[in-house]
């Protein structure tokens, strides 16, 4: 063996240990090929009810927690979500957790509601970044972020709720004829579907 061969070898022996060396810390931080655990996700369900109701608060119309949106959400990510979406959203609920507990040191159910909302906005700040070809790729490789799964499931969870497509939804039970388009009146609420 000359000593081209051997720098080649010593390189592809370091090149094969940087890979595993990338490929246990990409399974500990972002747990691919870690098993989900619906129960876990069910021992949050305190905190997904309080984090649909800061999204959407009760006023004059029912907030997410009376449509019993954080059920929903649990639904939806336990049977109906692919592993790395299931891993991502349990990450980000633990996330939102710890956070809460270093910087308040209660619960995220137990904050208030400016506490909240700061909270929701720092998750959206650091989920999204200002480059869109960033965020594709961080989409591509490491699924959609937690703050992004968790708005869209708390507006269909919603507003397809008795109490959302009802009370918050201009609701008509039997419509007679369809009109694709037709315009609002002024303070009219949007049609549920």
Same mark, same amino acid.
């Given at each position: 063996?000359?000593?081209?061969?051997?720098?080649?070898?010593?390189?592809?022996?370091?090149?094969?240990?940087?890979?595993?060396?990338?490929?246990?810390?990409?399974?500990? *931080?972002?747990?691919?090929?870690? *098993?989900?655990?619906?129960?876990?996700?069910?021992?949050? *369900?305190? %905190?997904?009810?309080?984090?649909?109701? %800061?999204?959407?608060?009760?006023?004059? %119309?029912?907030?997410?927690?009376?449509?019993?949106?954080?059920?929903?959400?649990?639904?939806?990510?336990?049977?109906?979500?692919?592993?790395?979406?299931?891993?991502?959203?349990?990450?980000?609920?633990?996330?939102?957790?710890?956070?809460?507990?270093?910087?308040?040191?209660?619960?995220?159910?137990?904050?208030?509601?400016?506490?909240?909302?700061?909270?929701?906005?720092?998750?959206?700040?650091?989920?999204?970044?200002?480059?869109?070809?960033?965020?594709?790729?961080?989409? *591509?490789?490491?699924?959609?972020?937690?703050?992004?799964?968790? #708005?869209?499931?708390?507006?269909?969870?919603?507003?397809?709720?008795?109490?959302?497509?009802?009370?918050?939804?201009?609701?008509?039970?039997?419509?007679?004829?369809?009109?694709?388009?037709?315009?609002?009146?002024?303070?009219? #609420?949007?049609?549920?579907?």
């Amino acid at each position: 063996m000359n000593l081209m061969d051997r720098r080649r070898a010593i390189r592809l022996i370091a090149g094969i240990g940087l890979m595993g060396v990338l490929l246990f810390w990409l399974q500990r *931080k972002f747990g691919f090929g870690s *098993k989900f655990d619906a129960s876990e996700l069910r021992r949050y *369900k305190q %905190t997904i009810d309080h984090l649909a109701e %800061t999204i959407i608060p009760e006023t004059e %119309t029912p907030g997410a927690m009376r449509a019993q949106v954080g059920d929903f959400i649990i639904r939806m990510i336990s049977d109906c979500s692919s592993p790395k979406v299931q891993y991502n959203f349990l990450r980000g609920v633990k996330q939102v957790e710890d956070h809460c507990q270093r910087k308040y040191g209660r619960h995220y159910a137990q904050c208030t509601a400016d506490d909240r909302i700061s909270v929701l906005e720092r998750f959206e700040r650091n989920a999204v970044s200002r480059f869109a070809i960033l965020n594709k790729v961080n989409n *591509k490789i490491f699924g959609t972020p937690f703050i992004v799964q968790l #708005k869209a499931l708390t507006v269909e969870g919603y507003c397809t709720s008795e109490l959302g497509a009802t009370k918050a939804l201009a609701y008509d039970p039997i419509p007679v004829h369809y009109l694709g388009c037709m315009p609002l009146a002024p303070g009219q #609420k949007t049609w549920a579907i």
